[in-house]
C-alpha cells in the first residue's frame, strides 16, 4: 500500500513534534517522559455502530489505564485511555457509538467534529462482521473523509459459528487501508490488532476514492467547485455532506455559492426524480452490496441460524404476544430475584443478627456498644444483607441484553412508547432505570431531539432503581409472604404505567411537536459466557457495597446520633432529637397511612439514598434481624403496600437530582422534584383511601 507523502506527510509529521500532550493527567498514570518523549505519542480513535463490540476491544487494548468524562461543550460521555506498545504510547479514545456522520444526535456530533478537527493519527473502524453490509455504511462516511485507519472486522467467532468469512487482504487492496479480523476477547487476536496499530501510526496511508455511480459523482464535482479551498483534501468529503443536507457545512459559503449550489441539487432532483440525499444514500449501499458480493463468503450454516432468528423473533417482538411475553419475562425476574437472591439474604440477616449479638454481648452496655451494635450492624447491615436481591436482579438484566433480547424488547415498545408520546429509544434508558436511575438518565444522550430527552429523562425516576429493591423485600416479605414476588412485579409494573401515562400529560401539554422516527438495529443473538454476565452483574453490584460504605455509613450514622441525644433519653424515642423531627413532619403523611414519625425520617433519609430507608427502619426499630416483628407493629398489609408506592415514586436520590439537573437544567430539575413529590403523594393516597373502603 503507498504511503502518504508530500504537504499532507509534512503536515503529520509538524503534528506528531508539537502535539501537547496530558497523558499524564489520565486515571493518574505516570508516564516516563525519558522512555515516551512527545515523538512517541499518538493519538487513536475507535469509532463504529452501537453493539459492534466497540467498547470490548477499547477496554482490551488500554487495560485499566481509562478516564472517563464529558466532552467539552456538550453531555456526551467520553472515554480515554492509554496503550503503551514498546517504545509508543498510544492515547486511545472512544468514540460514542453511532449509526452515522450526518449529525442529529449529540453522539453523532461529537463523533463527527472529533474526527474532523481533533484529527487523530490512526482511526480503527470497529464493525460487526456478522453485520457487514449494515456496519460498512459507517465506514464508508469514516474512509471518505481520507483518514488513516484500521477497519477492524470484530466478533470473528460469531461470524465463524455463522459461517461467514470475509477476504481481508483482497478487501484491504481494495479499500486502500489495513483490514483485520478479530474476536476483541483473544489475547491473541488484540496482539495482532496492537502490532497494525503501530505499523499504521508510523507510516500512514489514504485510503481510495469512492466512486458512486456517475450522476453523482457529477453533483459532487459540481458542489465541490464552490468549496472555499476546493483543493483540500476534505473539500469532496464536504460536498457530500452538503447533498446529504448537513446544515452546519453551508455557513462558510457566499450567499452567491449558496444559490448556485440549491440550483445544482434542484436540477439533480428534477433530472432523477430523486432527492439527492436519497440517491447518495442509495448509491452508497449499491456499492456496499457489492462489496458484500465480492469479499463476504457465506456457508449454508448461516440460512438456518437465519431462519431460527426470525422464528424466534416472530414471537419476541409479535405485535400481540410480544407484550404478554415481556410481562411473563419481567414477571420470571422478580421472582427468581426474590426466591433466590431471598435465599441468601436470609443467610446475611442470621450472620448480621449474630454478629450483632455477639458483639453487644462482648462490649456490654455502652455509648460504643450501642454505636456499633445499633448504628452500624444494625443500619448498614440490614441494606448490605440485600446485596444477594441486588445481584440477582442485575444478573438477570445483563443476561437479557447478552442474548440480544433487550433491543427486541425496545421494538416491540416502540409503537406503545410512540402512543405516550416517549421516543422507542426512550425504552432502553427506562429499562436502564431498572438498574441505576443516574446512568439510565445520562443514556437519554442517544435520543436525538433535546424535547424527547428532557421528556425520557422526566419519567426515568418512575422507573424502580435497585436501591428501592431492599425496602420492597423487606416489606413484601413481611406482609405479603408466599405472594411477594408477584407484589414486588406489580410495584414495577406501577412505575412503568405511571411513566407512560405522565409521559403522555406531558407530551401534550409541555413537549408538543413532530416526533422523530426510531432506528434500532436488532443484534444478532448470542449465548453469552458465564465470565461476562456474572462480572458485569458484579460490577454494577459493587457499586452498591462502595455506596453502603460511604453514603450509607455515614446515614446510618447520623440516625444513630439523633437517635441517642439528647444525653439520657430512651434510644430513638419520641423525646430524641430524631423522634421530634419526625413527629413534627409525621402529621403529612397521616393520610397515607403511615403517619408514625419512624417512617416520616425514613422517607426524608432515603433522599439521600434509597438504600438508607431500610437502614433508618432498621436503626430505629433494632436492626433486620427485628424489623419482621416491629414492622406489624406500625404497618398494616394496606398501610405497608401504601408505603411502598410512595417510596417508587416520591423524590429520587439526591445524587439523581444533580444528574437531571446536569442533563437537562435547574428548571426541569426543581419541576420533577416537585411533580414527583406531589404525583407520590396523590397516588398513595388514593390507594389507602379506596382501600380502607374495600377492607373495612
Known sequence: MKGITGQRQRRMRRKHLNRRSNLALIEGVSIDRDKFGRNNERTVALCGNPNSGKT?????????????????????????????????????????????LTTHSADERVARDYLMKDDPDLVLIII????????????????????????????????????????????????????????????????????????????????????????????????????????????????????????????????????????????FERDTAQDPDIALAEARYGFIHGLTKEFLQRRTTLQERE????????????????????????????????????????????????????????????????????????GVGSVISFMPEIFCLFLFISFLGDIGYMSRAAFLMDKLMHLFGLHGKSFIPMILGFGCTIPAIMATRSLESRKDR??????????????????????AGVFFK?????????????????????????KKVLFKGEEALFIMELPPYRMPTAKETLGEAWRKTSSFLKKAGTVIFAAVAIIWVLSTFPEGVPYASPES????????????????????????????????????????????????????????????????????VFCLIYIPCVATVAAIRKEAGTKWMLFSVVYLFFLAYVVSLAIFQIGRLFMG
Open 56 to 100: 470490548t476491544i477499547f477496554n482490551a487494548l488500554t487495560f485499566s489505564h481509562q478516564h472517563v468524562g464529558n466532552w467539552p461543550g456538550v453531555t456526551v460521555e467520553k472515554k480515554e485511555g492509554i496503550l503503551r506498545n514498546g517504545e509508543w504510547l498510544y492515547r486511545v479514545v472512544d468514540l460514542p457509538g453511532t449509526y452515522s
Open 454 to 475: 428532557v421528556l425520557t429523562i422526566l419519567v426515568t425516576p418512575l422507573m424502580s432503581c435497585s436501591a428501592r429493591l431492599p425496602v420492597y423485600v423487606v416489606f
Open 307 to 378: 431462519r431460527i432468528t426470525t422464528v424466534i423473533d416472530s414471537w419476541l417482538t409479535h405485535r400481540i404476544w410480544g407484550f404478554p411475553i415481556f410481562l411473563a419475562i419481567m414477571w420470571l425476574m422478580f421472582q427468581f430475584t426474590f426466591t433466590v437472591g431471598g435465599f441468601f439474604s436470609s443467610l446475611l440477616d442470621s450472620a448480621f443478627s449474630w454478629f450483632g449479638a455477639t458483639v453487644s454481648g462482648v462490649m456490654g452496655e455502652s455509648l460504643l456498644s450501642s454505636f456499633i451494635v445499633d448504628g452500624l450492624i444494625s
Open 128 to 267: 460487526d462482521q456478522t453485520n457487514f453490509e449494515r456496519n460498512m455504511y459507517f465506514a464508508l462516511e469514516v474512509l471518505e473523509m481520507k483518514k488513516n485507519a484500521i477497519l477492524v472486522l470484530n466478533m470473528k467467532d460469531e461470524a465463524e459459528r455463522m459461517g461467514l468469512t470475509i477476504k481481508t487482504d483482497a478487501l484491504s487492496s481494495f479499500l486502500g487501508i489495513p483490514v483485520i479480523s478479530v474476536y476483541g476477547k483473544s489475547p491473541e487476536s488484540i496482539s495482532q490488532l496492537k502490532a497494525l496499530i503501530q505499523q499504521s501510526a508510523a507510516n500512514p496511508v489514504v485510503p481510495k476514492v469512492i466512486r458512486y455511480d456517475e450522476k453523482i459523482e457529477e453533483l459532487i464535482s459540481q458542489l465541490q467547485k464552490h468549496d472555499p479551498d476546493p483543493d483540500d483534501e476534505h473539500a469532496r468529503w464536504r460536498a457530500i455532506k452538503i447533498i446529504e443536507g448537513a446544515m452546519d457545512f453551508r455557513k462558510s459559503l457566499s450567499p452567491d455559492s449558496l444559490r448556485e449550489i440549491d440550483d445544482r441539487l434542484f436540477s
Open 482 to 506: 408466599n405472594g411477594a414476588g408477584t407484589v414486588i412485579f406489580s410495584i414495577y409494573l406501577l412505575g412503568i404505567l405511571l411513566s407512560i401515562i405522565m409521559a403522555r400529560v406531558f
Open 577 to 644: 432529637w430524631i423522634g421530634r423531627i419526625g413527629s413534627f413532619i409525621a402529621p403529612i403523611f397521616a393520610p397515607l397511612g403511615f403517619g408514625f414519625w419512624q417512617a416520616s425520617v425514613a422517607l426524608v433519609f432515603g433522599f439521600f439514598a434509597k438504600e438508607i430507608i431500610v437502614g433508618a427502619l432498621g436503626t430505629m426499630l433494632g436492626g433486620e434481624a427485628l424489623l419482621a416483628t416491629a414492622l406489624p407493629l406500625y404497618f398494616t398489609s394496606l398501610t405497608a403496600y401504601s408505603f411502598l
